[in-house]
């Protein structure tokens, strides 16, 4: 069993930065690997960023690349999405999801490969 619990979103003009903390706890939270997804009002959720716990192997969507960067804090177990030149288009509820698992791109990517969700913190940019 792991729990996740997401912080950090707000309002924001375009052009500004957030940064949003995912905290993991469990016994076996070690285990796991832990991405960033996304999901707007009508559309479906969209994969953001993937690491590993120690914050050497980030991934991100190209909708982000550049923008966003997906980084392991100091606290055990917590990971940062740092988001920098936002946009309108990045509004959405923003969610940490953890899985087992091969490491490949398909993988991480897939939000069928996650077995466990934080609660989600929205993320709301305006224009």
């Known amino acids: 069993q792991v729990q996740l619990v997401e912080s950090g979103g707000g309002l924001v003009q375009a052009g500004g930065s957030l940064r949003l903390s995912c905290s993991a706890s469990?016994?076996?939270?070690?285990?796991?690997?832990l991405a960033w997804f996304r999901q707007a009002p009508g559309k479906e959720r969209e994969f953001v960023a993937h690491n590993t716990w120690s914050g050497l192997n980030p991934y991100y969507a190209e909708s982000v690349k550049g923008r966003f960067t997906i980084a392991k804090d100091s606290a055990s177990y917590t990971m940062v999405l740092r988001m920098n030149d936002l946009k309108p288009e990045d509004t959405a509820v923003y969610y940490c999801?953890?899985?087992?698992?091969?490491?490949?791109?398909?993988?991480?990517?897939?939000?069928?490969?996650?077995?466990?969700w934080g609660q989600g913190t929205q993320v709301t940019v305006s224009s």
């Open positions: 469990g016994r076996t939270v070690s285990a796991y690997f």
């Open positions: 999801a953890v899985r087992r698992g091969p490491f490949t791109i398909p993988a991480m990517t897939s939000g069928r490969e996650y077995g466990y």
